[in-house]
């Protein structure tokens, strides 16, 4: 029966362990989230992997060489208990491609969760831990809450990943 495992992967290989795994005939999968990069006064969108130095690989203990994975450009090791790799659970990797978009990116904030109204935290940027009120989300993806600043309510416009809902 086939399981999904976990492998462990060298600094930033994980790319380079996928196209080696799947070379070898292995299943596996590697979700990735889309996250923003600063640098040199450039802002651009990359994906990033959702776990990173992290990947899935779906595989039959009994009927694979799964030992190869062992020896596998870009795999460190894999995730065991003792010398057998621990299974995870299939529904986690049933949740993780609930969430993919079409290009395969893993969505981890969900608009839908949040009604217009609803009470919202800012958990990172200049307006950390100010609390406001959802409006919408933007063409642009991202989130337009009313803030109370300087006495008066205004619209601000953040990040999807800057909002979490209040406690």
């Given at each position: 029966?086939?399981?999904?495992?976990?492998?462990?992967?060298?600094?930033?290989?994980?790319?380079?362990?996928?196209?080696?795994?799947?070379?070898?005939?292995?299943e596996a999968y590697l979700p990735k989230v889309s996250a923003t990069r600063r640098h040199a006064r450039?802002?651009?969108?990359?994906?990033?992997?959702?776990?990173?130095?992290?990947?899935?690989?779906?595989?039959?203990?009994?009927?694979?060489?799964?030992?190869?994975?062992?020896?596998?450009?870009?795999i460190t090791h894999l995730i065991c208990n003792g010398d057998t790799p621990m299974p995870m659970p299939?529904?986690?990797?049933?949740?993780?491609?609930?969430?993919?978009t079409g290009d395969g990116v893993v969505n981890l904030f969900d608009a839908k969760r949040f009604r217009?109204?609803?009470?919202?935290?800012?958990?990172?940027?200049?307006?950390?831990?100010?609390?406001?009120?959802?409006?919408?989300?933007?063409?642009?993806?991202?989130?337009?809450?009313?803030?109370?600043?300087?006495?008066?309510?205004?619209?601000?416009?953040?990040?999807?990943?800057?909002?979490?809902?209040?406690?």
């Open positions: 029966m086939k399981n999904w495992y976990v492998a462990y992967t060298q600094p930033g290989g994980e790319d380079k362990a996928m196209f080696n795994l799947h070379r070898q005939g292995f450039r802002v651009e969108k990359v994906r990033r992997p959702l776990f990173p130095r992290y990947l899935f690989i779906r595989m039959d203990l009994s009927a694979e060489r799964w030992r190869a994975v062992h020896s596998t450009i870009g299939p529904q986690v990797i049933d949740e993780i491609r609930a969430r993919e217009c109204g609803d009470s919202v935290r800012v958990t990172d940027g200049p307006l950390l831990d100010h609390t406001g009120l959802f409006e919408c989300i933007d063409g642009r993806e991202r989130v337009i809450i009313l803030l109370n600043i300087l006495g008066r309510e205004s619209k601000v416009g953040l990040p999807q990943e800057y909002v979490a809902a209040c406690a």
